[in-house]
């Protein structure tokens, strides 16, 4: 991580020690953060899905692994956890320097079977193809349904691989295997090199991957066709925002040079007029520019 940038971090000193352990380590676990009963609420509105979800094709998603999205289509409970107070104010804090806001990358749930071989080590930021080794690109969370074991194939970390360190040829420590349970998190950065490891058990190991990244990315999962404006009318306006109903200044995003956000309004206008979505130091600009623009104008003829 670059050492010039002063991060604020919100909350008790649990929060303040799981952004450290985030920062030094590149991943952090986050104990007792949901009650088993709703964690377990949740599991049995998507049990149905993964029973009829197929396994998956290619050598990086795995043969003998189930994943599915549009969760917050599929529970009612999926909220609360993509929602998680401590989660977002943890996001907000890493992505914070580098956007305006942050939004929804993708909410994943998915099934490691008995056989599963250990997935290809990965950096989720590599995805973007962007800048190396200084922007943190996006936040993942994974919350275990199950036991996360290490002979059920939990995540596999390489403390201290992300940030600058990304750049290196060879990760600076040995892989961990990040054992979780139920209610509990596993939080890793997007530059920290990663992957599931081998399911050497008899149990399935299920649970779902939440990540965040910057509010001017392409997310991972498309999230206006996941979740189009019939069905984003219904979700809590912070919610339909982290989805993408909100512009990200200056003006990405927009509906007709407007916040997409008006797309949820029970009847949107046909024809709108286009508004300003600047930054300060934009709009401090622009004012400079007017102010110089209209003394121009005001000025007499051959003067």
């Known amino acids: ?20 352990a985030l920062l030094r380590d590149g991943f952090c676990v986050m104990p007792d953060l949901k009650p088993l009963a709703d964690v377990e609420s949740l599991a049995d509105d998507l049990a149905p899905q993964f029973e009829a979800t197929p396994f998956c094709s290619g050598g990086f998603y795995g043969s003998r692994t189930k994943r599915f999205g549009s969760l917050l289509k599929r529970s009612p409970h999926a909220a609360g956890f993509i929602q998680h107070q401590q989660i977002i104010a943890l996001a907000e804090t890493i992505l914070g320097p580098w956007c305006d806001t942050i939004q929804l990358n993708l909410a994943q749930a998915l099934e490691l ?5 250990p997935q290809f080590p990965h950096r989720d930021q590599d995805m973007w193809r962007g800048q190396t080794g200084e922007v943190e690109y996006l936040i993942n969370v994974m919350w275990p349904f199950t036991n996360y074991r290490r002979d059920n194939g939990t995540t596999l970390i390489w403390p201290r691989s992300h940030g600058a360190n990304a750049l290196l040829s060879d990760p600076p420590e040995a892989p961990v295997a990040v054992e979780c349970s139920p209610g509990s998190a596993i939080v890793f950065l997007g530059s920290t090199l990663h992957g599931a490891g081998g399911n050497r058990s008899a149990d399935v190991r299920q649970g779902m991957i939440v990540s965040y990244c910057l509010g001017w990315l392409k997310p991972y999962e498309n999230q206006w066709l996941v979740y189009p404006p019939n069905v984003a009318r219904t979700f809590a306006p912070d919610l339909a925002a982290l989805v993408g109903y909100q512009q990200h200044r ?9 916040c997409p956000s008006i797309l949820l309004r029970a009847n949107t206008p046909e024809r709108l007029g286009a508004v300003d979505a600047l930054r300060p130091d934009q709009e401090e600009a622009l004012a400079e520019f007017l102010k110089e623009q209209r003394h121009i104008g005001a000025a007499p003829h051959g003067a």
């Open 1 to 20: 991580m670059p050492t010039n940038l002063k991060y604020v971090v919100p909350g008790s000193d649990a929060q303040r020690r799981s952004c450290e």
């Open 113 to 117: 079977h008995p056989g599963a071989l």
């Open 250 to 258: 200056p003006n990405l995003g927009n509906y007709e040079g407007r």
